[in-house]
């Protein structure tokens, strides 16, 4: 559906994206991570023709995209972008926000606003929306021009929890039932990791790792991308200490061993083994997370067991079988 060939996007100069052969193919579901400014937004508009290239080109369905500054009205009629500064009109009912530029039929419309949920929402007047319902309002707005291709800009960032799930439940039922492509850029771990079938991990412009969500978490390239998708720690002092948990044949002196806290078994039989001391306990509701100190390195460990104490201890031993060196 989306292939790229050599991109380049330059802001004052400098360098803000940069890509080289990349393709998305049709019914794909893509998560965008990164720091802030790392270019995941610029990279949403450039898909959607809604900026322009200085280098390369980007074509959609085997047709080259024209950029911001080669069409008179931005963007494409089969690519829908909402943006996380959606607007819609003030003091309109919603039903007359969304007969502009219907492609459905009556009764297609009424099925993509029970997806959407906002069936019941159709007579009350955008100003009197919460702002879960106004994204959903905007999002089927989008949708009524029948894209094949959705890209969502931080959907989920303005939204308590309720609307949150009611929000992810509303995308993936319009993936399922409309067959789009979507591209979505996050900064949520969850939303990164239970949804897409690959992750591009994003930082100053360029694409620094992709692949599916169990590669990018368990098999980070670096410690930037290891830190994007959740807490974790490395070894830096292996010989003292990591030989204890991972067997020698699997050491490599050249690099850190990578552990996430769910890594850790504790008080286990198992061997090898290490003891550590508890410094420190956070309560995330379904597990604690654990700081513990072994000779002299504090270590996240992660916990469902609610009666360890701080100043306890523990033995710990590593509950995978490939440990991960970066």
């Given at each position: 559906m989306i292939k790229i060939n050599d991109i380049k996007k330059n802001v004052f100069d400098n360098i803000v994206i940069e890509i080289g052969e990349l393709e998305i193919i049709k019914r794909e579901k893509i998560v965008i991570v990164g720091e802030t400014g790392s270019g995941k937004t610029t990279f949403l508009k450039l898909l959607g023709g809604l900026d322009y290239l200085d280098e390369g080109s980007i074509f959609f369905n085997k047709e080259k995209l024209k950029g911001s500054n080669e069409t008179l009205i931005p963007g494409h009629p089969s690519i829908a972008y909402l943006s996380q500064y959606f607007e819609l009109f003030n003091n309109y009912f919603v039903n007359e926000i969304l007969s502009y530029k219907n492609e459905y039929s009556t009764e297609e419309s009424v099925e993509l606003f029970k997806i959407c949920k906002i069936d019941h929402l159709l007579k009350r007047k955008s100003n009197e929306l919460s702002g879960g319902e106004k994204q959903r309002v905007a999002l089927a707005r989008q949708l009524l021009l029948k894209p094949d291709l959705l890209l969502l800009d931080e959907p989920f960032s303005n939204l308590d929890n309720i609307h949150k799930r009611l929000l992810k439940e509303v995308i993936e039922n319009i993936y399922e039932k409309l067959e789009l492509t979507i591209v979505l850029v996050t900064h949520d771990v969850k939303d990164a990791l239970s949804w897409p079938d690959r992750i591009f991990v994003f930082k100053q412009g360029k694409i620094v790792q992709s692949g599916t969500p169990f590669q990018i978490y368990h098999e980070p390239i670096n410690e930037y991308c290891a830190g994007l998708l959740g807490d974790y720690d490395t070894?830096?002092?292996?010989?003292?200490?990591?030989?204890?948990?991972?067997?020698?044949?699997?050491?490599?002196?050249?690099?850190?061993?990578?552990?996430?806290?769910?890594?850790?078994?504790?008080?286990?039989?198992?061997?090898?083994?290490?003891?550590?001391?508890?410094?420190?306990?956070?309560?995330?509701?379904?597990?604690?997370?654990?700081?513990?100190?072994?000779?002299?390195?504090?270590?996240?460990?992660?916990?469902?067991?609610?009666?360890?104490?701080?100043?306890?201890?523990?033995?710990?031993?590593?509950?995978?079988?490939?440990?991960?060196?970066?």
């Open positions: 070894l830096n002092h292996i010989e003292n200490m990591a030989m204890n948990i991972v067997a020698l044949e699997n050491y490599d002196q050249h690099k850190k061993l990578f552990v996430r806290p769910e890594y850790f078994k504790i008080n286990s039989s198992n061997n090898p083994a290490v003891f550590g001391v508890i410094e420190r306990i956070l309560f995330y509701g379904n597990y604690n997370l654990l700081f513990v100190n072994i000779n002299g390195q504090q270590l996240k460990v992660q916990s469902f067991d609610t009666s360890l104490e701080i100043g306890e201890k523990i033995m710990l031993c590593l509950n995978k079988e490939t440990p991960w060196f970066i």
